[in-house]
């Protein structure tokens, strides 16, 4: 009985020589041709590669005019070859010409072929060009046969990645792999990056492509997928995944592509026709990948990403990968890229080397993308397709203020953000030079500017910026970024560390604000439906005591003979402000007890972020030695809009007369009851929004390190009465009048102030 699998191995084992003789080129592919022709008893065997332009051009040929050579070309989508590229679905047709989108090339000289077999040259579910075999007969070709061709054609796209055929293409002219490549993403974290792209999980490079023993390669994979099985089995289990939510479902989608028959019976297939099980696994995920991200079914859209994700542990399985080895090599200017990673992994990277960014998936409030905007690291998100396309050590451009990634850029977009850094780069050159002078306005108002940090590695901006103190400091990062729970020493050390680098600046602390969207490896809530809304920060610390104790407990050491200003966060309340002080009171009555030094001066704050405190804002500013406005949460509660959904979270404007009155009012609280007030958060670090926060009454803003310098220069040149007098009465007027964000904007420009 005859083997269908018999021909194939003979083929590739053919392909494997020829790749390992010292030849030409064109004429290894040449070659090529005339063996996939004669093997599969074909009259004709093409090979068209994709061009950086979008068009298929013939590299070669065995059966046309061999004179059509580099010069037959069909754009993308233009005729079968092009209608393959397009779709990445092959053709199988006994009568070609019948065929609607069959275009006549002359110069081929195909008139005489009837029946045309077609497959996609794949690579990570990318379209590098196309394999054609065709004969005069009109016949359909069988389902092994398109199984050898699509077989062969990994092989080739291999080869093309290679670059081998670099020789071969015309001067001026560039192969679709090397293509540049613009992707509008989300803006997560401003700024701009240039180096060269480092994958987050290396893509394995499968270079063993043929095997030699079939039986040990199906054995490999049995193991392999075995292993993996019992793995999400035991994920599932667990006692930290919970019966329902998103993780679970995602885990359970992986059990279900593991299990799968059609999925293993493709890997087995590829195998008995000569593919190692690493190839195997390569060209089953090419192809699916290929097919579903045509997909305009957004779920079915979504599990690609969960196949994508299940065949890369199959494969990390069989060649016993360790991301680790593949790290060494780090260079001086890197783009980190990946599809999603914890704030921990980016910790890992050399920061200095780290120019940007660049997520497939996460949110604005994901812990990496918090993380890395402390750092003050560019980050686009939202990224659709960025891995896929993306090779380690393309050269990459991220935009953080447009939310644009540029891959392989043109020499002239390079040239053209290169100087543009430049520029940012002599503009902080300029706003250094400011950090000395005193930041008091024009009419003699002085403001005070101070910085937003969560890390170590912050505090050396502290100098560097010239900022007054760190008005906010997020606890919460040492928690989201251990994989335990930090000891008391722990913590102790690291809040000591802290001051001892603020070298006598003051520093207000936050304490823990987990829960909701913040969720830390070692502590798992339930599941919300609206997590911003639900159980976190001082409703979780208040409920679990010991952990907020804890903290508290850490702050009065650490702080031992120096100021300790601590500020709880979301508020809800005046009573819970006056439990935890209640909570403060008994950590220093029982560190006294056993004789330890204690802070010589303890400042309790409240965060103004939910708008419930608007109805007691007397009462805060009367019980609170200080009070810090997060204008984050406080203009997403107050406008109902989550700023993690692209959809809303720009439809209402900060700078729009609603939020402006409600600041209005927390700052005429604050004077009447003469008590220190801070705003920190986004509106605090942009030169226009700052002026607006001026305008309406703060005195002290808080914001990241890197702001501070056009902050300060907006405000040198600031008149701050004649802006309030054009301001206020603007606030007053809801019914008329243009929108605040343009007056702001006129005003700037008549009294030429820099934005």
């Not at 005859?2 to 040449?30: H, I, N």
């Not at 007054?468 to 913590?491: D, N």
């Not at 609170?624 to 949460?633: E, I, Y």
């Not at 009447?672 to 700052?690: D, S, V, Y």
């Amino acid at each position: 009985m005859r083997d269908p699998s018999a021909g194939p191995r003979v083929l590739l084992r053919k392909l494997r020589e020829l790749m390992a003789e010292a030849l030409e080129p064109q004429e290894r592919l040449d070659r090529i041709v005339r063996q996939i022709a004669q093997n599969m008893v074909a009259e004709v065997c093409s090979f068209y590669v994709l061009r950086a332009d979008g068009v298929l051009e013939l590299y070669a040929t065995e059966g046309l005019n061999p004179g059509a050579v580099h010069l037959a070309q069909l754009k993308m989508g233009q005729g079968l070859v092009g209608t393959i590229a397009a779709s990445a679905r092959p053709l199988n047709l006994s009568d070609a010409q019948s065929h609607p989108a069959f275009t006549y090339l002359p110069e081929t000289g195909e008139e005489i072929y009837h029946s045309f077999l077609g497959v996609p040259i794949l690579r990570a579910g990318r379209t590098l060009g196309v394999l054609v075999i065709q004969n005069k007969a009109m016949r359909n070709y069988r389902d092994d046969e398109l199984e050898a061709l699509e077989t062969t054609a990994m092989v080739l796209a291999e080869m093309i990645a290679t670059g081998d055929l670099k020789k071969v293409t015309r001067p001026g002219l560039e192969l679709d792999l090397s293509r540049p490549v613009t992707i509008e993403g989300e803006t997560y974290g401003e700024g701009i990056g240039l180096g060269y792209a480092v994958l987050h999980e290396p893509r394995i490079v499968v270079t063993e492509l043929l095997n030699d023993d079939i039986d040990s390669e199906l054995k490999r994979m049995e193991e392999a997928l075995d292993s993996l099985r019992l793995s999400i089995d035991d994920m599932l289990s667990r006692r930290d995944v919970s019966m329902e939510g998103e993780h679970r479902a995602v885990l359970e989608a992986y059990r279900m592509f593991a299990y799968d028959r059609g999925w293993v019976r493709k890997l087995d297939e590829a195998i008995r026709n000569g593919l190692t099980a690493e190839a195997a696994v390569e060209k089953v995920q090419s192809d699916t990948r290929a097919r579903m991200i045509h997909m305009t079914d957004p779920y079915l859209r979504e599990r690609l990403h969960d196949f994508d994700d299940l065949a890369n542990r199959l494969l990390r399985q069989l060649t016993r990968f360790d991301d680790k080895d593949q790290r060494t090599e780090f260079p001086d200017s890197a783009i980190i890229v990946a599809r999603a990673m914890g704030a921990a992994e980016l910790l890992d990277y050399p920061r200095p080397k780290i120019r940007g960014v660049v997520l497939e998936e996460g949110a604005v409030t994901s812990h990496v993308v918090i993380v890395a905007r402390a750092m003050g690291i560019p980050v686009v998100g939202q990224a659709s397709g960025i891995v896929s396309m993306t090779e380690n050590g393309d050269s990459m451009i991220v935009d953080g203020d447009d939310g644009a990634v540029h891959l392989r850029p043109m020499a002239d977009l390079e040239s053209a953000y290169a100087e543009k850094v430049r520029f940012s780069a002599r503009k902080q050159e300029q706003y250094r030079a400011l950090r000395e002078v005193a930041p008091v306005t024009r009419d003699g108002v002085e403001v005070t500017l101070q910085m937003n940090a969560g890390l170590l590695v912050d505090l050396p901006q502290l100098r560097e910026s010239g900022a007054s103190g760190v008005g906010l400091f997020r606890t919460e990062l040492q928690f989201m970024i251990a994989s335990r729970m930090p000891k008391f020493e722990e913590q102790c050390s690291f809040y000591r560390s802290v001051i001892k680098q603020a070298e006598g600046k003051p520093v207000t602390f936050r304490a823990l604000d987990i829960g909701g969207d913040k969720v830390v490896p070692f502590f798992r809530g339930a599941h919300e439906e609206n997590p911003a809304l639900g159980w976190r920060a001082m409703r979780l610390a208040l409920d679990r005591q010991g952990i907020l104790r804890v903290q508290l407990r850490s702050l009065l050491r650490a702080a031992a003979n120096q100021e300790l200003r601590l500020m709880f966060p979301m508020v809800t309340e005046i009573d819970e402000f006056r439990t935890a002080r209640t909570l403060v009171a008994r950590e220093v009555n029982h560190l006294s007890r056993f004789g330890h030094d204690l802070p010589r001066k303890v400042e309790l704050g409240v965060m103004l972020e939910v708008p419930s405190l608007m109805w007691q804002l007397d009462e805060v500013m009367t019980e609170a030695d200080f009070v810090s406005v997060g204008s984050n949460d406080l203009f997403q509660f107050t406008m109902a809009s989550d700023r993690g959904n692209a959809r809303v979270s720009n439809r209402f404007d900060p700078l729009g007369r609603t939020f402006l009155r409600v600041l209005r009012q927390i700052a005429l609280a604050a004077e009447r009851n003469a008590t220190p007030l801070t705003l920190c958060g986004e509106m605090a670090g942009r030169p226009l929004t700052a002026m607006a926060l001026i305008g309406v009454g703060f005195r002290s803003i808080s914001m990241a390190p890197a702001a501070i310098g056009p902050v300060k220069s907006m405000l040198l040149a600031l008149d701050a009465d004649r802006l309030s007098k054009a301001l206020l009465p603007a606030l007053d007027n809801g019914l008329s009048g243009k929108p605040v964000r343009s007056l702001l904007l006129e005003f700037a420009e008549d009294n030429n102030i820099p934005l």
